[in-house]
């Protein structure tokens, strides 16, 4: 990250970062100091250099609780606390406008962009540092209609919102926001094109049905969907996202029976995929019972438990082929040195520091190399007891964590976790 050029300039950050700034950014929410540093250019390296703040580390994000409705829109938003792996968690108040009394909730990040959906499918993202904010058209366009924030029917199907994927960092280009969306249901996929298309568009598909949506990714122009319970991948190709256009399907890497023992619910299965690795499509299963076992360790504020019952499988296949369902599925036996987080969140990959020698078969520190960091979404039904686990993709000791989530009123209810990394902002010069 840039640095001052000159002593003056580092001397006048340190005064201002000892100063009256200083006691503003130590009465503040990391998202808030952040957002300073962005309208302050003298306090960047100052804030920066604090190693106390979490920046560039990943981080769960938790919704405490949304702010008492208030006509004044600015004071709108959910409080929430960002907890690093091998540190303590710092407060983050995530501003969102709000839309009469109906409060929302997110349910997608990537990078400083969150997604958020509202009573009536008023669905919305917005910038955390700079509060830029892109109104998304109404999903009832295309016949689908909300019962509440996650629940909707479309035709004769009811449907649950998984998530929003944000594909990549929306651009405001000639006074347009161009921007890639995906609407994961259980039971359907939509797509907005920001900048391109006026409405959303709803993925053909002839093959679902008995599986369910679990997952979906943009990558090379094609959108990935994986299928529960087995596994299965289909693919749309470019300009193919029409009605009248279906998917490739791409087998599950695990044969029938494997995919379909215990299906009665005693080894569940969850799907993520992600796209890394020189250019892969990536799959992830992540198997067990998510059940934490023996008495926590208090690490950093945060409680610990062994999950001897979770693991994972992790397979790659090459995604820049002209036709990808002509590959295989490898699997991997670690990640290169990085580490997966999955979640709500669009999947993103990390390198992770090498662990010290006296610490490499330890439970801790937190974040280690070539391990999936999972978070469950609102209906995932393994990770339910856990605010996120790490499952070594070599097979080793998996770990989970729990939070100490506040008493909530009737009708409030948390916001899902997520992962988040949080970043110092830096305008356009």
């Not at 958020?116 to 910038?127: M, P, S």
């Not at 199907?157 to 405001?172: C, F, H, N, R």
Request: charged share 15%; glycine share 8%.
């Amino acid at each position: 990250m840039e640095q001052g050029d000159s002593s003056n300039s580092n001397t006048h950050a340190h005064v201002l970062a000892s100063g009256p700034l200083a006691n503003i950014t130590s009465r503040s929410d990391l998202l808030t100091t952040a957002r300073i540093a962005y309208g302050i250019p003298e306090m960047r390296n100052a804030i920066h250099e604090d190693r106390s703040l979490p920046f560039g580390s990943p981080c769960i994000l938790h919704g405490l609780r949304p702010q008492e409705y208030s006509a004044d829109q600015n004071s709108h938003g959910i409080d929430a606390s960002l907890t690093p792996l091998d540190s303590a968690a710092v407060s983050a108040f995530v501003p969102c406008r709000v839309i009469g009394r109906n409060n929302k909730h997110w349910v997608g990040a990537n990078g400083d962009w969150v997604a958020f959906v509202q009573d009536q499918a008023q669905w919305t993202l917005l910038n955390v540092y700079t509060k830029a904010e892109i109104t998304l058209p109404s999903i009832q366009n295309v016949g689908i209609h909300p019962d509440d924030h996650f629940r909707y029917h479309w035709e004769m199907a009811s449907l649950v919102l998984l998530k929003i994927q944000i594909t990549g960092e929306p651009l405001l280009f000639e006074g347009r926001w161009h921007y890639c969306a995906i609407a994961v249901f259980d039971k359907t996929i939509a797509i907005m094109m920001g900048g391109t298309d006026s409405d959303w568009r709803i993925l053909k598909n002839d093959f679902l049905r008995p599986s369910l949506y679990a997952d979906a990714i943009y990558d090379e122009g094609r959108i990935y969907a994986v299928t529960e319970p087995r596994g299965d991948v289909l693919v749309w190709q470019p300009m193919e996202y029409g009605a009248r256009s279906g998917p490739r399907v791409i087998s599950s890497p695990l044969n029938e029976d494997v995919a379909n023992v215990n299906a009665g619910g005693q080894d569940s299965r969850v799907w993520f995929l992600a796209s890394g690795l020189g250019g892969n499509i990536i799959l992830v299963c992540i198997h067990g019972q998510g059940e934490a076992v023996g008495i926590p360790i208090n690490y950093k504020g945060k409680n610990v438990w062994n999950c001897p019952s979770l693991h994972c499988e992790v397979y790659a296949r090459n995604g820049q082929v002209t036709d990808p369902v002509d590959t295989v599925w490898v699997r991997q036996g670690d990640l290169q040195g990085s580490s997966l987080f999955l979640g709500v969140n669009y999947p993103f990959l990390l390198d992770a520091p090498e662990p010290e020698a006296h610490n490499a078969g330890n439970t801790f520190p937190l974040f280690k190399p070539d391990s999936v960091f999972a978070a469950p979404n609102y209906v995932n039904h393994i990770l339910r007891f856990l605010d996120w686990c790490r499952i070594p993709v070599d097979g080793g000791a998996s770990v989970g964590s729990t939070f100490v989530w506040p008493e909530l009123n009737w009708g409030e209810f948390h916001e899902v976790p997520m992962w988040f990394v949080p970043t110092l902002p830096w305008p356009d010069m």
